[in-house]
């Protein structure tokens, strides 16, 4: 494939089951998998279109230094690669937003986000938690803390001992990054050891199954961490601690999750709600009628429901 190939002729081939392998210069090749996109919305046929590289350099005209941008993503370099042109860009993007970083009003910093990890671009939910006025806590955990965003919110409100996890080891690696010495970062299913005050958990906000690693902080299967994080999250909590949930309500515009459902689950899980407060997304990217929530929740002093078996 090269300057000459048409964007239907390398459709055509792709559609009879081939992967393209690009020689011409390298901003053509952006060209071309621009127009496929026009064509086609499937990321398999869009993930045809192959670059090669010996040890992250791309030798085609007018490529871009990528080293920096693959050893961030993929580790140190093995050789000959070919990778699908839109991953490739997808490492690039990466790459310039670590670089740049994500500045949050809250914070009044920027957040570097590393490859793979999810990056606190809808600012909302960050003010979100950073407004909420905090219940007596000494120590707080931040359960799935991705760049460690909400550690940090914690820490700035003068929790003395703060303690995140991710299962994510990129996860945890950006996070110790941003925390430094402010709060312990810990890889974990869920919780750390221990009992806290207050347990903040921004899971993924839409059940469905994850496709790739960068899908895992979007996608919740089966509602696993939501629901892991409401039925485990008293057995962690001291006695009057709070349990602080952010989810926005795009699962139940999009009809994979009722508002019902949601408050049938902390109900089950033995939590109570003890407040709400809201935010309206500003990325714009987000669905203009989407709601952010902080639910506060409490251990209710009922027994938990059990659904019979
Ligand atoms: C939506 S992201 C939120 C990240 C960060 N707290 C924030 O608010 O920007 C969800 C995070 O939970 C992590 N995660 C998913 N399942 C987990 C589990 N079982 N235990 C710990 N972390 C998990 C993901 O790796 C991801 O970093």
Redesign the pocket.
Known sequence: MDDTTSADRALRLIRQGRTLRWEGDFQNARQLLTALGRRTRRPRQLNSLLIAMTDYEIRLRRAPDVYQACLEAYGPPDGERLIPLRELLGVIGAHQLRKRGIYLPALDTRIHPHYG??A?TRSE??ALLANEPLPPAEVAF??????G??AAVLVHKGIRTVIA????PR?VECARETLGTRAQVIE???FPPGRADLIVC????VPGRPMTVLD???Y?EDS??LR?FLHGVRDHLNPGGEAWL?LSDLAELLELRSRAELLDEFQAAGLEVVGRSSAAPTHRKARNDETTYLWRLRPSEAAPFVEEA
């Open positions: 990890v999810f606190p939910y960050v931040d359960i799935g803390t991705g760049t965003v909400l996890t991710d299962n994510n996860a974990a299913d869920l921004n899971p993924p906000w895992t902080a979007v919740d696993r961490m892991g952010i």
